[in-house]
């Protein structure tokens, strides 16, 4: 079992819509959503990335978590930072940050 179709239709998208965001037939993203198929990795890309969420909940590996699941979080974060090739020094500005903010609410557990 596969959640394409329930992603999709989270997103308020049509097979139609989806498929030609993904670049593949109306017929070929029926097939995934029914199994008789499953994506090849190009598409699973794009379809991840239409859909905001990983392959894993895609495929039926793991479960959604609309709150966002630290999964989805890295997924965004990582997608994010490649889409704005950032230099070297700025990545490690932005970790030694969420350094920071980790032992901040550290603290503020204790």
């Not at 179709?5 to 049509?14: E, Y």
């Not at 989805?72 to 490690?92: C, G, R, T, V, W």
Request: with cysteine; glycine share 4%.
């Amino acid at each position: 079992m596969n959640n394409i179709k329930n992603a999709r239709k989270a997103k308020g998208l049509t097979q139609t819509e989806l498929a030609k965001i993904v670049g593949v037939t109306q017929g070929n993203l029926s097939a995934w959503e029914t199994d008789r198929w499953k994506p090849d990795m190009d598409s699973l890309k794009k379809l991840c990335e239409a859909l905001n969420c990983s392959a894993d909940y895609l495929l039926g590996q793991e479960p959604l978590d609309h709150s966002g699941s630290i999964n989805n979080i890295y997924f965004h974060l990582a997608k994010e930072m490649e889409e704005m090739q950032l230099p070297e020094s700025d990545i490690e500005k932005i970790l030694d940050f969420a350094r920071y903010m980790k032992q901040k609410n550290d603290q503020i557990k204790k």
